[in-house]
T-cell receptor, first 111, second 113 residues
Framework: AQSVSQHNHHVILSEAASLELGCNYS??????LFWYVQYPGQHLQLLLK??????LVKGIKGFEAEFIKSKFSFNLRKPSVQWSDTAEYFC?????????FGPGTRLSVLP | EPEVTQTPSHQVTQMGQEVILRCVPI?????FYWYRQILGQKVEFLVS????????KSEIFDDQFSVERPDGSNFTLKIRSTKLEDSAMYFC???????????FGPGTRLLVL
């Protein structure tokens, strides 16, 4: 069965620290990859997506992610986090019509 | 910017009761989805819907669940006889084509007592 794993359950950083959240998926042929963010009390919002082409994709709010096919990974990065980045981050993989979400990583940024 | 809307935002029901969660996808979108997120857990796929029929469903989507697109704009999820474990946030999503982003609605928080 297709699955998505995220390396960290909870990450705590100080403002201006660099962020990297890991995401790995099980092999399933051609996939499309996404990172969604869920701010407290809000719904899922798309941060960035990868369909094809340049494996380094840039999203909103200074986030970027790198697709490494050989490692089945799609890690999310941000060079300098802000307090407002405190949220839950979900990696998602699109297999055909289905979307499979990772378990989420809670990011807490301390002011 | 067009968005997916869901009603109600919150619903409280007694165990065994039927509930209908409503979604209005983005108007020209063709693919529709329901997901749920139990508090503190990950988002789980329930069902996808295309061309007026279910195209894929998960193990969670058993006989107690059904979906309908009754009038070309609404997309509903019905739970026939709710259980305590159905308490969750239910998200609707839609997208235009298969190789496009899904857009999520704000969710309906369902509490089964």
């Amino acid at each position: 069965a297709q699955s998505v794993s995220q390396h960290n359950h909870h990450v705590i950083l100080s403002e201006a620290a660099s962020l990297e959240l890991g995401c790995n998926y099980s092999y399933g042929g051609t996939v499309n990859l996404f990172w969604y963010v869920q701010y407290p009390g809000q719904h899922l919002q798309l941060l960035l997506k990868y369909f094809s082409g340049d494996p380094l994709v840039k999203g909103i709010k200074g986030f970027e992610a790198e697709f490494i096919k050989s490692k089945f990974s799609f890690n999310l990065r941000k060079p300098s986090v802000q307090w407002s980045d405190t949220a839950e981050y979900f990696c998602a993989v699109n297999y055909g019509q289905n979307f499979v979400f990772g378990p989420g990583t809670r990011l807490s940024v301390l002011p | 910017e067009p968005e997916v809307t869901q009603t109600p935002s919150h619903q409280v029901t007694q165990m065994g009761q039927e509930v209908i969660l409503r979604c209005v996808p983005i108007s020209n979108h063709l693919y529709f989805y329901w997901y749920r997120q139990i508090l503190g857990q990950k988002v789980e796929f329930l069902v996808s819907f295309y061309n007026n029929e279910i195209s894929e469903k998960s193990e969670i989507f058993d006989d107690q669940f059904s979906v309908e697109r009754p009038d070309g704009s609404n997309f509903t999820l019905k739970i026939r006889s709710t259980k305590l474990e159905d308490s969750a946030m239910y998200f609707c999503a839609s997208r235009l084509q298969r190789k496009e982003t899904q857009y999520f609605g704000p969710g309906t928080r369902l509490l089964v007592l």
